[in-house]
């Protein structure tokens, strides 16, 4: 895949969003769009890297997700683009299939980037799926969080959610269903939300603009050590 990082420039680099046909894709686009950012949807995957950084939401089974990204030719792009640290951001299923496996979709394959399984909330006095405005507890610091704080609301649309086993890339926690649950994830220049930032207001808009701001960095160094 070609780069030409040193020879772009960054205003006019777009950010990539995943169209695999799945969820409704314009929400994030609209938000995106208000914060500044060039759109580019791919309905394939690219032959080359100059994004400022790509993003995957989703809604959907988890089967049906791993299928469609397989037969549009996402898979090895996907692989590419976060085994070399480059700008991603995982939105609800787009979280969920980074790991391995899911109960959701038994003997189907996840992205395998990190390690854990994918299992269902336990039924119980709350209601599934997990609906609705809900708050966060921060793990560690972190540049996607400025500006966000113990107590903050994100909305949520899930029955499923990572185990995730690799603790130190947890972001942020949720409490539900009695679960103390990895509503987001970070490792650097990947971050991954359980939640809908798109669809969080205020509090949503800020991780987004955390999130670009830091790709914008990314660039700009990779720019300089290009030079």
């Known amino acids: ?23 409704n894709l314009r929400s994030v686009e609209n938000v995106l769009v208000t914060l500044g950012c060039r759109v580019e949807r791919l309905l394939s995957a690219p032959s080359h890297t100059d994004f400022l950084a790509i993003v995957l939401p989703g809604v959907g089974a988890f089967g049906d997700c791993m299928k469609s990204l397989r037969n549009k030719g996402f898979l090895a792009f996907l ?60 793990a560690k610091k972190s540049s996607y969080l400025e500006d966000i704080v113990t107590g903050d609301y994100f909305y949520f649309v899930h ?16 409490d539900y269903c009695g ?12 971050l991954a939300t359980q939640f809908h930032p798109e669809k969080s207001h205020k509090k949503g808009i800020q991780l987004l603009s955390n999130f670009l701001n830091r790709a914008k960095m990314y660039w700009l160094l990779e720019k300089k050590v290009a030079k």
């Not at 679960?179 to 990947?190: H, M, P, T």
């Open 179 to 190: 679960v103390n649950f990895s509503s987001a994830i970070a490792k650097g220049n990947l």
């Open 79 to 138: 692989e590419h683009w976060i085994s070399r640290d480059l700008p991603f951001l995982g939105i609800c299923l787009g979280y969920q299939i980074l790991f391995e496996q899911s109960m959701e979709s038994e003997g189907c394959e996840g992205l395998g980037i990190f390690e854990g399984r994918v299992v269902r909330f336990i039924e119980g006095k709350e209601k599934i799926p997990h609906i609705g405005w809900n708050s966060v507890q921060i």
């Open 1 to 23: 895949m070609q780069n030409r990082c040193n020879e772009l420039d960054l205003s006019n680099l777009p950010v990539g969003i995943i169209d695999y046909g799945m969820g």
């Open 159 to 174: 029955s499923y959610y990572p185990d995730v086993l690799q603790k130190e890339i947890i972001l942020l926690h949720t």
